[in-house]
């Protein structure tokens, strides 16, 4: 049975920014194996975890996708300069949240020739993977910042990151294209939070083997395809590529909607359950299936007008000649952060929703 709380710390405390998700996607495919019947790694990454469904004999089975996506925001070097990393954004980073964080610098090393070589070298031979370093983002102290200034939020090209190394150190460990990511793990709170780094969005991932594991014990007649999809912050490629290769009859997008904090008023509440969403790019026939079923298995649930766009619902929707789609929702504080939070029991819900969604499925939506 999935345990809901170290699965989330694990893939939560693993790194993979967007378009660089090798490391936590090659995990993801060792914690589906024992949930699915099959499971791939498609060409630009996503990992494609397959339940078969048990159709009547002789009926091909439809097609059910969830799509929840992998990848973390994070930084990237674009220049070193005298022991110190100048970085930009890969994702919707806050500048207002880096100044003063610890992370860590993925760096590569470019292998060295051979004397004599008998093939061309390869990509992997020319950059591999390095050391892991330690740093924090830094700038200028506010006392020799000019007065106009010093209330300001600092741009992230002015940041900098400090490893703590010599400048020739630096030169000869770090490259311009080298990946750097928050280094936070993973902590409980009381009343059933967590808080920590890419909650947005492998709690939904999470969500997705929860399902997985309740159709172990329920009978269905639909194949499910549960998508961890690459891409999603900078792209949406991992959903667009998923959407056209499987070819679902119907899809749910899970992702992560914001909830009500101290200096943010909203009707989304940690562990007030799944968040439904209805709206013109969201299919009223799956939409008000989701919410009946929850009346049903009386769950307690949101609903979130969204006109669509931000998730990987909207390049499944329009794949090839259209495919009707919803989206679930974890409430979740602090997005785009180091500390984004969340109510577990609302992941383990939208699990459970989703496998009796399955089961209820019958020849159209």
């Not at 990511?181 to 999470?206: C, E, H, I, Y």
């Amino acid at each position: 049975m999935v345990q809901t709380v170290e699965l989330i710390k694990t893939l939560t405390n693993a790194v993979g920014l967007s378009g660089y998700e090798a490391s936590i996607q090659s995990l993801l495919k060792e914690q589906f194996l024992s949930l699915a019947d099959d499971v791939t790694i498609s060409k630009v990454g996503s990992v494609i975890a397959l339940k078969r469904g048990s159709p009547p004999p002789g009926v091909k089975p439809k097609k059910l996708m969830l799509a929840a996506h992998a990848d973390e925001i994070g930084l990237i070097v674009t220049g070193v300069d005298r022991g110190f990393l100048r970085v930009a954004r890969v994702g919707g980073i806050d500048a207002r949240i880096l100044l003063g964080q610890r992370v860590l610098v993925h760096t590569t090393q470019h292998a060295p020739r051979p004397a004599q070589r008998q093939q061309p070298e390869s990509a992997a031979d020319q950059h591999t993977q390095g050391a892991v370093l330690a740093g924090l983002v830094a700038s200028r102290p506010p006392h020799v910042i000019p007065a106009q200034q010093r209330e300001k939020v600092v741009p992230i090209d002015e940041l900098f990151v400090d490893v703590g190394l010599p400048a020739s150190q630096v030169a000869r460990q770090v490259h311009v294209g080298d990946l750097v990511s928050f280094d936070v793990q993973t902590l409980p709170l009381r009343n059933d939070l967590l808080t920590g780094k890419a909650m947005d969005n492998r709690v939904s991932v999470v969500a997705m083997m929860v399902c997985l594991d309740e159709l172990k014990r329920l009978r269905h007649t639909w194949d499910v395809l549960a998508i961890a999809t690459v891409g999603e912050e900078t792209s949406f490629a991992g959903a667009r590529t998923s959407a056209y290769a499987v070819e679902p009859d119907a899809a749910i997008a899970i992702d992560v909607t914001f909830a009500a904090q101290h200096d943010y008023s909203t009707h989304i509440e940690l562990g007030k359950g799944p968040v439904i969403a209805i709206g013109p790019n969201y299919h009223p026939g799956m939409t008000k299936r989701l919410i009946e079923l929850a009346k049903r298995l009386e769950m307690d649930y949101q609903i979130d007008p969204d006109i669509g766009g931000g998730t990987d619902a909207w390049p499944i929707q329009v794949s090839r000649e259209g495919i009707p789609v919803a989206l679930l929702s974890v409430p979740l504080r602090y997005m785009h952060s180091p500390v984004e939070t969340v109510n577990v029991k609302d992941v383990e819900r939208i699990g459970r929703l989703m496998a009796h969604f399955v089961t209820d499925l019958g020849d159209a939506i």
